[in-house]
């Protein structure tokens, strides 16, 4: 029970950080917070994600890059240029660290607008001894606490947990599932309630509205992060731009 437990609180804890503050605040901006908080959830994205910890900063141009070549050759992460979902994983890999260390020239030009940079975090985040350091700690709970040898086989998960939710968000949502809308690329909604990778899998309603902080956009479409960020802009943790807030879609 305790494996389970763990294993559930370290998916969507990373799932909810990565969604929240690398995708929907650092890439697309879709909500302003002061610098305290700013960096809070830098912490706390830290912690969450551990050993597969990504710079706020890298991922937010690479995710940029993504939107403007989606589907094509120049898409950091498009399945239609791998032959299988590992493949495309060790393709992002490699850009995400030519981004990271400055080498991408095509990500200089997707430097508009900002994002949250805290260059001794982000730095000490992508070192070696950090992601063992982690990977140690996760090996240690489950020494622990494991009570069939079968359990250690999520081991791999915790230790590139924020890889497999973009390989899975990537792989699945430029391939599986149904359009609302022509795009002319081949993003689709993979899921009607997205309870595994927190409304992510919408990404044909993402790739038509990318400021929208709701990634649902029909009535029975359910992104469950939206409502945390409802609430905490209520709570004025954040505030919401106006043209993130939900609207009528446009005609598909």
């Given amino acids: 029970m305790a494996i389970l437990a763990f294993f559930l609180v370290h998916w969507y804890a990373s799932l909810f950080t990565q969604s929240f503050f690398q995708h929907r605040y650092a890439a697309h901006k879709m909500f ?98 950090s992601r063992v350091g982690w990977g140690i700690f996760y090996i240690l709970f489950y020494v622990q606490f494991a009570t069939a040898w079968w359990q250690y086989l999520l081991l791999p998960i915790h230790f590139s947990m924020g890889a497999v939710h973009g390989a899975i968000v990537n792989w699945s949502g430029h391939k599986y599932g149904y359009q609302n809308f022509d795009n002319h690329d081949k993003s689709r909604n993979s899921l009607f309630f997205d309870f595994l990778t927190g409304g992510e899998l919408f990404q044909n309603n993402h790739h038509k509205l990318p400021s929208r902080v709701n990634f649902g956009v029909k009535w029975w479409e359910l992104d469950p992060i939206y409502p945390v960020i409802w609430t905490l802009d209520k709570l004025t943790v954040i505030r919401l731009r106006p043209d993130s807030l939900p609207r009528p879609a446009p005609a598909a």
């Fill in 32 to 129: 302003t917070m002061s610098r305290l908080w700013e960096r809070v959830f830098f912490v706390f994205t830290y912690l969450c994600q551990g050993s597969s910890f990504l710079s706020p900063r890298a991922y937010a141009l690479l995710h940029r890059m993504h939107h403007a070549y989606s589907d094509t050759e120049r898409d950091p992460h498009s399945p239609h240029y791998s032959s299988n979902a590992f493949l495309m994983m060790w393709k992002t890999r490699a850009i995400y660290h030519d981004v990271l260390y400055g080498r991408s020239a095509v990500a200089e030009r997707f430097r508009h607008g900002d994002y949250p940079e805290w260059t001794t975090l982000d730095t000490f985040g992508n070192k070696w001894y």
